[in-house]
């Protein structure tokens, strides 16, 4: 027979941990560090000099927690190692105000650093862009990326060249800017123009024919259409004219490191740059007639680590060359340089990109580490993709792309509706 009603509480946040305070009558709110007492954090932090690694033993012991260091590292050696710091956020937040009082140039930024990671894990990105009168509140709901895809050969299936005459501009032109209204009304909230497939595998287009693609249909829903236009490429020619039609975003699959033009092109329009984490390399593809292709034998030291530090040094590209920090956003790259198991954890850790203190952009649909999970093909992919979309925006997606708008819209209405606060 059970004495009590005993559960183990699932918080989702600090609000959560309040909300249950008050219920048993505690003080009418609790303090922001009985808060943090209740919060625990595992933090990592790489290549650490062996002497400010002890230090940051001796000190988070010394508040309760934990240091994980390396076997081999005692108090005589000298060198770099990674270290695992466990610890409520209470305990975390004083062991930044214990590395500050060192007054060394390099234990302040660790201390800053610290504490930005702590608010950013637990809050996530907050502020707002606005694109073309339309407003994108951080962190309010998420916001819809339709896709349309002005190719023959589309991963998905769905490129508008697949099933018109590739003779019939009028037709293409006409048909795209239709699907494009569809997407609208099914919930898009921004419309992602591409004219070159992305697909492992694929072969590349000219930059000629890839602009003779999207350009028409552009101008021809700017024309047509108020929402924000983005455009997918990673030629700054391309991007440049594609902005003059009137797109409003680049998107730029290579995360500016294909054309050196490109950083210097959104810096000077002041556009918003989608910056995403790419290591596709055409011999890791392999192809199955049904399931489409996929990534083999691609290699990361840490993935979360290096998806992570390569998109930092992206985003520092960016910054360096003059773009505003409020213009970009962040790509993990769900199927760009991946294996299946790798994207696999790169979505369920996605919430470790929040530390990067950008808008997270997440594009898994019917990608093929949902078709080789599941054996399907892509048609076939939009509950798989539902499930990778409900995960990713728990895990702190801002933005989704998807192929699927009416279906994905609602699932992430049902997902902010669970999971956000109002």
Do not use: C
């Not at 660790?110 to 504490?115: F, G, Q, R, S, W």
């Amino acid at each position: 027979m059970r004495l009590y009603n005993l559960r183990v509480l699932q918080l989702q946040d600090l609000d959560d941990l309040r909300r249950e305070a008050q219920k048993i009558d505690a003080a009418l709110a609790l303090s922001r560090d009985q808060i943090a007492k209740g919060a625990f954090r595992a933090i990592k932090i790489e290549r650490v000099a062996f002497r400010v690694a002890r230090f940051l033993y001796q000190e988070l012991m010394l508040e309760g927690g934990e240091v994980v260091l390396p076997v081999r590292m005692d108090d005589r050696a000298t060198g770099a190692a990674d270290v695992l710091l466990l610890g409520t956020r209470y305990q975390l937040q004083h062991l930044a105000v214990r590395v500050r009082t060192q007054s060394e140039s390099e234990l302040d930024t660790l201390a800053d650093d610290l504490e930005r990671a702590l608010e950013l894990f637990d809050d996530g990105v907050r502020g707002a862009l606005t694109i073309r009168g339309a407003r994108f509140e951080w962190g309010a709901r998420t916001y819809v990326m339709g896709i349309v895809n002005v190719t023959p050969d589309s991963f998905s299936g769905d490129g508008i060249l697949a099933t018109e005459s590739i003779g019939d501009a009028e037709k293409i032109i006409a048909r795209a800017v239709t699907y494009a209204e569809q997407l609208i009304a099914d919930g898009a909230d921004i419309l992602d123009i591409g004219g070159e497939s992305t697909r492992p595998g694929s072969q590349p287009t000219s930059a000629d024919e890839e602009q003779r693609r999207v350009l028409p249909v552009i101008e021809r829903l700017r024309a047509r259409v108020s929402v924000p236009i983005s455009i997918d490429t990673y030629r700054a020619e391309t991007a440049r004219r594609a902005l003059d039609a009137g797109a409003d975003i680049v998107n730029d699959v290579w995360g500016l490191r294909m054309d050196e033009g490109m950083k210097h092109l959104v810096a000077q329009r002041g556009v918003p740059v989608v910056i995403t984490h790419n290591r596709s390399k055409p011999k890791d593809a392999v192809q199955l007639e049904r399931l489409g292709g996929r990534y083999v034998g691609v290699e990361y030291q840490d993935l979360l680590a290096d998806v992570i530090r390569e998109l930092h040094a992206q985003v520092e590209l960016a910054l360096d060359a003059g773009v505003a920090p409020e213009k970009i956003i962040v790509d993990p790259g769900i199927g760009f340089g991946k294996t299946v198991e790798q994207n696999l954890e790169l979505v369920r850790r996605l919430g470790e990109l929040r530390v990067l203190g950008y808008p997270i952009l997440f594009g898994p649909s019917r990608k093929g580490f949902i078709g080789y999970t599941l054996d399907l093909p892509p048609d076939q992919r939009v509950e798989g993709t539902a499930a990778a979309i409900a995960l990713g925006i728990e895990r702190g997606a801002d933005i989704v792309r998807v192929h699927d708008v009416k279906q994905m819209a609602r699932v992430a209405k049902m997902t902010d509706a669970l999971i956000r606060k109002r």
